[in-house]
């Protein structure tokens, strides 16, 4: 189902509350002047997105045995671009580059035409037939691409971006800085006028002032995890083309040496982590292809704005008594719920908590590591680290009990129980050896110093 996607709840304006590197700089004209030229597409659900993610690592396998051809992938600092229909050179700068010969350049492979393309005309995204090139910029995590146009003598607009793997941002308006004083070189990013959230799994289309007037690149702080970027374009039928350098020949057989270079950049993509997908964005039922247009300008239209949040209604007599016969509201459970087929399972129906009318989740740690594995985590100390600096500072702030309460779990029962009684002791005040086990305790306690101990710990029993 396609379906419209509502930028305008991420994008923050000066004024917001966000950390800087979330925000847009530029005037709500200047920013609005940006938008009018820019659409984010749904037309993905979760299996899509993972089935588009699996595809391209196919290719990369591929890649990585040199079957494409030999101008079809290009290697920089970061970054590994793909080429497929049409490829291009940056030549001498702007205005100067140049088509490859599409004798050098792989053709654009079936899954693209069936999963993606198809799918974008099918959806009346695009004309049948006309996208023509397809440009995959494979980038790892601090990847970045310069402020640049794409050529407007190689390529016509719009232009769609689709996002796979992680989201990031295009950054409109903002130029990158490199430091090459120091090793590596660093990197730095001005002030952009929109910085234009690119979530995953959404294709989104440009044309217009976006395009032709104001430059875009991708900054290193907005590619957090490893992205693909898939480009697709219809090329300029009169753009200049370069002399073929072989007849359809694939890189294993042209260049072993830059075969040898692209087949370990392959590898290290492939071994790139990836997140389960999760949908991060707002979006905006279309029901007719007439309405499209005008929900999606009231969206846009300031979205720097806050909306106000309408009044939640009061909840008076009458309308609590229509909703009860609904049976809408709030209610107390007053009788103990009933056993359920896991609550058989796991012998659970008569616990005290069931008596509370409370349902305690719970699960096996045999679950749980099924789950981890289903969802792609692996339970280790180093992943949890991992993703605990990846997410936002207030997410973190939740997470840290978890990350807590996980790495107290993954102790031994031993140590856990040794830590709990020294919390009760220095708690109560009591001596290490008050609260504790009989395996803990001290092999050269007499027999009356030991009964002594066990009288006092029933008093701590939990
Ligand atoms: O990675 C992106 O989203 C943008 C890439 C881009 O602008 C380009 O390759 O021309
Ligand atoms: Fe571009």
Known sequence: MLRIVDF????????????????SYGSPSERREILDGIKGFSIFDADDVEDLESDCRSMIERGGKGKFRV?????????????????????????SEKFFNPKDISPIPDWIYKNIIGKMEKAGIVEKNWINSVVINDYEPG?????????????????????????SALSFGCNLRFDRSVEPVEVTASDPVLRLPMQRGIITSFEGMCMNEIKHCVRPEDTKERRVAIILRRVCNNGPVLEALTDGESLRNFDKKLHKKVKKRCEKMLEARVMPYERSFTLVEVKKENQKQTVY??????????????????????????????????????KPLE???????????NSPERGQSKRIEWSSEDEEKERNRRIGKTGDMADLIYDFHHQDKDVREVDIKTIERNVHMQKSRKQRGREFRDKINSKF????????TDSESDSSDSEEEVRAKKTRISKFTF
């Open 71 to 95: 101008k079809s992938i290009d290697i920089s600092r970061l970054r590994m671009k793909y080429f497929f229909g049409y490829g291009y050179e940056y030549g001498g700068g702007k205005g």
């Open 143 to 167: 990847g970045f691409i310069v402020q640049h146009q794409d050529p407007p003598h190689l390529f016509q607009r719009p232009i769609f971006i689709l996002t796979l793997f992680s989201d």
């Open 8 to 23: 305008g709840p991420d994008i923050y304006d000066k004024d917001s509350k966000k950390a800087s590197k979330y925000i």
């Open 429 to 436: 005040g009591f001596k290490s050896s008050i609260v504790n």
């Open 297 to 334: 300008k009231e969206k846009v239209k300031e979205p720097w704005r806050k909306q106000a949040k309408p009044k939640p209604k009061k909840d008076t007599k009458k309308r609590k008594e229509k909703l009860k016969k609904k049976g809408v509201g709030t209610f107390e459970l007053d």
């Open 339 to 349: 056993k359920d087929q896991m609550d058989m399972q796991w012998n659970f129906g």
